[in-house]
């Protein structure tokens, strides 16, 4: 896989954008058209919002990439993301959602923050393991085994969207 | 890239000067690891339980914010039967 893309261990810490919720409701509406309303969703270096609708029904999360992400890697995570559903069912995954033409909801889109690449990930119910407190054995195992699928599904997987960095690490810096 | 969080200078010292031997041995057979795309932040932060009720079980991805190419886990030591891409030897074998 050729060389591009993020090095996270290069960059350090990344700062999330920080648009306001009345500006991703906005850019929901403008370049995905989903009239919904937003709702900030804790994040480290993407800024997350889920998108309801009129009756509270949630349509999607709304991600804003990192600045330092471009186009190729987001196309890279949305193609890994729809390969982890088809190979991991029933295990769900936050997909990219698609417009009416089948086309992924994916736009670089202005913001006050500067341009920002944007895309529509599916909402999953439920709860992130970490909410749960105390994690069982069992479940300690199975969050294991669940690691295992998603690396064996992406054994070969291809694009020129991320690069290969962890090897040489900080040797790099 | 955490290493400046460590609030006693010692132990800070310590960690760096670790990380750095540790990372000079990885250089030295970077060329020969075998390499594979993955998620790359499988935490109990980026793994859901679906299920409103009962106990919690994982059966939900999501993030793939972190989505990148790095060392298979077989091939770096010490191997860790919980992310490896094939399941290590069992002694009783």
């Given at each position: 896989m050729p060389a591009g893309g993020l090095d996270f261990f290069a960059h350090g810490a990344l700062p999330a954008p920080r648009v306001s919720v009345a500006e991703a409701q906005r850019l929901a509406g403008e370049h995905f058209d989903l009239e919904a309303t937003a709702q900030a969703l804790g994040s480290q270096q993407d800024q997350n919002f889920l998108l309801r609708g009129g009756a509270g029904e949630p349509l999607g999360v709304l991600k804003l990439a990192n600045?330092?992400?471009?186009l190729a890697e987001i196309e890279a995570q949305i193609l890994a993301g729809k390969r982890l559903a088809q190979r991991l069912a029933p295990v769900c995954v936050a997909t990219t959602l698609t417009g009416p033409e089948g086309a992924p909801l994916l736009a670089t889109v202005a913001t006050s923050e500067g341009p920002l690449v944007a895309h529509v990930v599916r909402y999953l119910p439920g709860s992130t393991l970490?909410?749960?407190g105390y994690l069982s054995p069992r479940v300690v195992s199975a969050l294991g085994a669940l690691a295992a699928q998603v690396s064996d599904a992406l054994d070969d997987f291809t694009h020129p969207g991320p690069r290969a960095h962890a090897a040489v690490g900080p040797a790099s810096r | 890239m955490l290493v400046e969080h460590v609030p006693q200078p010692d132990l800070r010292e310590q960690l760096r000067r670790d990380s750095q031997v540790a990372w000079s041995r990885i250089a030295a057979v970077a060329g020969e690891l075998a390499l594979q795309p993955g998620h790359f932040d499988l935490t109990d932060e980026n793994l859901?339980?679906?299920?409103?009720?009962?106990v919690p079980f994982p059966d939900g991805v999501i993030d793939l914010g972190d989505l990148s190419v790095s060392g298979?886990?077989?091939?770096?030591?010490?191997?860790?039967p919980r992310c490896c891409t094939t399941p290590a030897p069992s002694p009783l074998l």
């Open positions: 600045r330092a992400i471009g970490a909410h749960h | 859901l339980s679906t299920c409103p009720h009962g298979v886990c077989p091939s770096l030591p010490p191997p860790s």
